[in-house]
């Protein structure tokens, strides 16, 4: 009887150990496709475009029906299956600033600014995550991106509208509040 415990625990050890150096050659081989080879995550676990499109697809209907968690599960798991892809983080970021995630949707914004360095897009929808932490002179910044990018490409037109009146009335509001902080100082002075 002792006899038959020894040995099922050293083939146990041995199947371990055989699973363990067929794991690790594996892990290696994967990271090898990845680093080397260029492959994406998605082609690793044999991921179809059509598949990942399909994924795309509900991770939209999700956000269009105003379920923004289930839809940022969905954007992030993308995110992970191909990084550059600029509606994935698009989507992220808009989920987040759906669900009032403002810091974290500007993050991300930023993140489709890089992806996608010519749309105004996130640069735009950055300023109102500002606005909203109260973060006045980002919002500036990240609307005067927005014009720029815009420039008088058709496609932008309402964009760049929308952006230069906010940004005239933010600069307004910056001017009134230093003739106000200047007065209040003549008072006291």
């Known amino acids: 009887m002792k006899g038959e415990k020894s040995q099922i625990k050293k083939a146990a050890s041995n199947v371990g150990a055989e699973l363990k150096q067929e794991k690790e050659k594996k892990v290696k081989s994967a990271t090898d496709n990845v680093v080397n080879k260029g492959l994406a995550p998605k082609d690793l676990i044999g991921m179809s475009d059509s598949m990942v499109e399909g994924v795309y697809g509900q991770a939209y209907r999700l956000y269009n029906t105003g379920k923004y968690r289930d839809a940022a599960q969905l954007f992030r798991l993308l995110i992970m299956l191909n990084a550059t892809e600029p509606k994935y983080a698009m989507g992220l970021a808009a989920c987040y600033h759906m669900l009032k995630g403002y810091e974290s949707a500007a993050q991300v914004y930023a993140i489709c600014a890089m992806l996608d360095p010519e749309s105004p897009v996130p640069h735009y929808h950055s300023s109102d995550c500002y606005l909203q932490m109260g973060a006045k002179m980002s919002a500036i910044m990240a609307l005067e991106m927005a ?36 007065e209040s100082e003549k008072l006291t002075s």
């Open 147 to 182: 014009l720029k990018r815009a420039g008088d490409k058709p496609q932008y037109a309402t964009l760049k509208d929308r952006s230069s009146l906010t940004l005239a009335s933010l600069r307004k509001e910056l001017e009134n509040q230093e003739k106000q902080a200047k």
